[in-house]
């Protein structure tokens, strides 16, 4: 008895070196997080509570939620967030469809896929600032190349406004971003493709199923996790998206493309109101928390955790 009682001290101690080396190992990592992440995270909570205007700071003081009932009885803010779930629900909805495309062809192999891949992985190997300018100038109403190909071939007669048009302009940012993140979509899909066993198919076959019946029995089942996963974090990632749309509309034309993201931007370094702008990325940081707590119940139904 003594010498089991002895066995299970020693077990106990070297699970516990083994958790503090462990923890050892974490450590600069944990730090970075609390750094980079924890603090700023913290600080723009608190600062949502403050009334800090830097162009007047005789002003700051402590107000609550006095920010919070002032954005939420304010017109602006569920249009600034129809906006953003409209740029980002399209864009997401191109990105995770065309990129499914584009995996499904380059994993045929057909002549000159590796031409085709080249192609696609252009706008990935773009900086998003250097894109949403080149597509800036491309869309422009009097010299873009877009206007002038489409008057040449005969689809249009006058240059459409494309960045100048409410709808127009958000139809613009919403491709554009679009363009911009495929690659990396169809990168994703073609790898979840390749795991798939090709004896499936083959099986498929044997029993008379024809490519849509292959596609909506194996394929589409068995990238359903991916497309899931892929799908929430390119939502969650054009949802916080700035550049692109900063640098083709600035926001405009009389707001059209002000996505909430570009409002607490405005809000901060133009009105120099940080104090709102703090309680607006608050609410963002909410959104987006509900966001990934509902996809971490679908990967639960999948099984996944």
């Not at 020693?10 to 600069?28: A, K």
């Not at 980002?88 to 191109?94: K, L, N, R």
């Not at 584009?102 to 192609?119: D, I």
């Not at 928390?289 to 119940?297: D, E, F």
Request: proline letters at 4%.
């Amino acid at each position: 008895m003594f010498t089991l009682v002895k066995k299970l001290k020693v077990v106990g101690i070297l699970r516990r070196r083994e958790s503090l080396t462990g923890l050892l190992f974490i450590l600069p990592a944990l730090l970075v997080l609390c750094v980079v992440v924890f603090y700023p995270l913290t600080w723009t909570f608190w600062l949502s509570l403050q009334e800090k205007i830097l162009i007047s700071p005789v002003n700051d003081q402590f107000v609550g939620l006095a920010h919070f009932q002032k954005i939420f009885t304010d017109a602006n803010l569920w249009k600034y967030i129809w906006i953003t779930l409209v740029f980002t629900i399209s864009s997401v909805a191109i990105k995770v469809v065309f990129g499914m495309i584009g995996a499904l062809l380059l994993h045929q192999n057909y002549p000159g896929t590796k031409v085709y891949w080249s192609l696609f992985t252009i706008p990935w190997l773009i900086p998003s600032v250097v894109a949403a300018l080149i597509w800036r100038w491309m869309l422009h109403e009097q010299f873009g190349i877009i206007n002038q190909v489409l008057i040449s071939i005969g689809v249009i007669d006058t240059q459409i406004p494309w960045l100048s048009r409410e709808f127009l302009s958000l139809v613009s940012v919403i491709v554009v971003d679009a363009w911009v993140g495929l690659p990396f979509m169809i990168i994703v899909c073609l790898a979840g493709l390749k795991t798939i066993p090709e004896q499936w198919y083959e099986a498929a076959k044997v029993d008379g199923a024809n490519s849509l019946q292959q596609f909506s029995n194996i394929t589409l089942p068995s990238m359903k996790t991916i497309l899931l996963v892929m799908g929430t974090l390119s939502f969650i990632g054009t949802f916080n998206s700035f550049n692109i749309i900063y640098t083709m509309t600035g926001g405009g034309p009389i707001n059209a493309t002000n996505t909430l993201v570009i409002y607490i931007y405005r809000t901060a370094f133009t009105q120099y109101n940080f104090g709102l702008a703090s309680a607006l990325a608050v609410i963002t940081f909410m959104i987006i928390s509900i966001i990934v707590i509902y996809y971490r119940r679908l990967l639960d139904r999948e099984g996944e955790f």
